[in-house]
């Protein structure tokens, strides 16, 4: 008896222990995995000196992916054809890189993989990790840091090229339109740039915003900026480069008829002030309106039709001038089309507004009516925007009051004579306490003119005030919200931000943005103080 239950014992402590070990072994998860991987030997090795062949294996403790390698992989200094990377779309212990180019004598080159190499189960990152090598006798050890803002942009810029262009016997500034820099890096998720293993020498520094990735300037899509003194090797020295799209030399392209009576003309470059005349003749109840639309580079030309085969104009600017002709063949004219830019709530520093499809010729103020909450007729003046595509109509708003507007037939006539439809509409003012006032107080040492600007959460300009010297500037009743202020350090006094020019050596006008969003609340009044030094 006294065996049995001894054995019978031993028997559930055996059991006990297997179940538990049993359960011990199973998968719970455990911690999570956060180490990139690690680099085990490379072939050759790394920093190899006299470097003579065209390709090179590199091996990790565990297997790697390669993440967007030709977006993040930036060779310094480029090749004219890039080498072949693989395995892609693999898991691999190794990388292999092929060179397909024919490499220069006595030059130090870098391979930089960016955070494209990650592991292959938590996609952990091997950040900006490179690979060196020489096929001169020694490792060139120099290196030159700095940042990259855009200075129209509050948020940081990231995957910029930051490039060195060598200053030889055969330099020009136009090398950086037809050929690849002697150096480059990219600032990948980050502002900050650093360009390494450079030798001694004097170069011209600039920083691409690169469209295509060709790692050559192109006017026309790129972003540019630059430091306009020389950069002597070695320099403990950092820069700041601000990035810009220069404005191009002003181009028209040949005018495309949309419709009858309606042409759009192309354009790049800076086109205010453009003048384009018809040099067709035209009877004498011919009307014609030019109207630049927004955001866009297309002028819109809207002339009452006439009969004719073809159209010949004249554009001209300052030094710029071209002619061209255009053949008439549709029949359909743009129906009129009115929409109100006000919205339901009228802000009180606003002013009501409506827009037309197509120019307007003619408002008959007798047609038109605006009614208060008290079924009060109120009195208004209107007046058109230069290219009259927007009307205002223009009274003295109370608080916390309804209006309605109604537009009886005829009101409105367009270029082609067409006529609206009645139109009504509904808006309120709200009262004052529903506002916040905001008080910007810029402080600068200089005396430069100052354009101050509020920008709202649809990074929209709401306000925006220049002024001549530093002094506070008011914001009354504002809606309540988050606004971020932005000033323009106007240097030359002309009401408007001025971009660079790389041939010309002028950067941009200096743009600053306060740190912190502003969040306003109703019946709130804040003062912001903004040290611009």
Not at 2 to 20: G, N, V
Not at 44 to 62: R, W
Request: proline share 4%; charged share 25%.
């Amino acid at each position: 008896m006294k065996y049995s239950i001894s054995t019978f014992l031993l028997i559930l402590i055996l059991q006990s222990a297997f179940f538990s070990c049993a359960r011990r072994g199973r998968p719970t998860g455990g911690a999570k995995d956060t180490i990139p991987p690690v680099l085990i030997k490379t072939i050759p090795a790394e920093e190899t000196v006299n470097f003579k062949g065209n390709k090179i294996k590199i091996y990790f403790d565990e297997y790697i992916k390669l993440n967007e390698v030709t977006k993040n992989l930036v060779v310094s200094p480029p090749q004219k054809n890039n080498p072949i990377i693989t395995p892609v779309g693999t898991a691999s212990k190794f990388i292999t890189i092929k060179i397909v180019d024919t490499l220069k004598k006595n030059t130090t080159y870098a391979f930089n993989f960016g955070n494209s190499i990650v592991d292959n189960n938590e996609g952990n990152k091997l950040g900006n990790f490179k690979y060196v090598f020489s096929t001169g006798s020694y490792i060139d050890s120099l290196n030159l840091t700095g940042e990259v803002s855009d200075p129209i942009v509050k948020e940081s810029v990231k995957n910029i090229d930051v490039m060195l262009y060598e200053y030889t016997d055969t330099f020009t500034d136009s090398i950086i339109y037809k050929e690849k820099p002697s150096y480059i890096a990219n600032t990948l998720d980050s502002t900050l740039f650093e360009l390494t293993n450079l030798r001694a020498g004097k170069y011209l520094l600039i920083a691409l915003k690169d469209a295509n990735n060709n790692k050559i300037y192109n006017p026309k899509t790129d972003k540019i900026g630059f430091v306009s003194d020389t950069i002597t090797l070695p320099t403990d020295k950092k820069y700041t480069i601000s990035i810009f799209k220069e404005t191009l030399n002003l181009k028209v392209f040949n005018p495309k008829e949309t419709s009858k009576g309606h042409l759009i003309f192309g354009y790049e470059g800076d086109a205010r002030n453009l003048k384009i005349d018809l040099l067709s003749e035209v009877p004498s109840n011919f009307k014609s309106e030019i109207v630049f639309e927004k955001n866009k580079d297309t002028i819109n030309y809207w002339y009452t039709p006439f009969k004719s085969d073809s159209l010949q104009f004249s554009v001209s600017k300052g030094a710029y001038s071209n002619t061209f002709v255009v053949k008439t063949r549709n029949s359909k004219i743009d129906s009129l089309k009115i929409s109100n830019n006000t919205g339901q709530v009228l802000h009180l520093l606003d002013t009501f507004s409506i827009s037309s499809n197509v120019p307007i010729a003619k408002i008959d103020t007798s047609l038109i009516k605006i009614i208060d909450k008290d079924s009060a007729a109120v009195k208004f003046n209107t007046f058109l925007t230069k290219s009259d595509t927007k009307l205002y109509l223009n009274f003295d708003k109370k608080y916390n009051n309804k209006y309605h507007f109604e537009l009886l037939p005829k009101a409105i006539t367009d270029i082609f004579g067409v006529t609206n439809d009645t139109i009504k509409y509904k808006t309120n003012t709200r009262t004052v306490e529903d506002y916040g006032n905001l008080n910007i107080i810029p402080k600068i040492s200089s005396n430069a003119s100052l354009i101050i600007e509020l920008i709202d959460s649809k990074k929209e300009v709401v306000r925006r005030a220049k002024i001549k010297q530093a002094k506070k500037v008011t914001f009354n009743l504002l809606p309540p919200g988050e606004y971020v202020v932005r000033i323009i350090i106007d240097k030359n006094n002309n009401g408007r931000w001025d971009t660079g020019s790389f041939l010309d050596k002028r950067q941009p006008e200096v743009v600053k943005y306060l740190k912190k969003t502003i969040e306003l609340r109703a019946n709130w009044d804040i003062n912001e103080v903004f040290n611009l030094d």
